[in-house]
């Protein structure tokens, strides 16, 4: 992972008992995702999902701690991947995109 690459927006976000000043979205979920998801929405779906939240990382790399969420959002499902490098401050958007619904456990 690339020190802040993407859209860095001033916005605090607990997450897993940890304050992140900003949030840097990868412009990576435009190449397929563009008509349904934008920054806005990303944004909206931490503030609302993620933002006071304490889970368990899907893998750690180095610095780099990694999570995959399924939310479902004014009767939408989505994915949201991403990972936080506490040492960085760092709260990296990696992609976001529409599913087809929960899959069921």
Known sequence: MSDKTGRI??????FNGYRFKEVIVDPHYEQKH??????E???ELIRIY??????????????YSYFA?????????YRLVFCTAEDLDQFIVINCFRTKG???L
């Open 50 to 63: 993620v933002n006071r939240e304490e889970i368990l990382p899907g893998s750690v790399k180095g610095e």
């Open 41 to 43: 929405l990303i944004l």
């Open 9 to 14: 927006y001033r916005l605090a976000v607990w």
């Open 34 to 39: 563009q008509g349904s998801i934008d920054d």
């Open 69 to 77: 969420l399924h939310l479902v959002h004014q009767l939408k499902s």
């Open 102 to 104: 929960m899959k069921s």
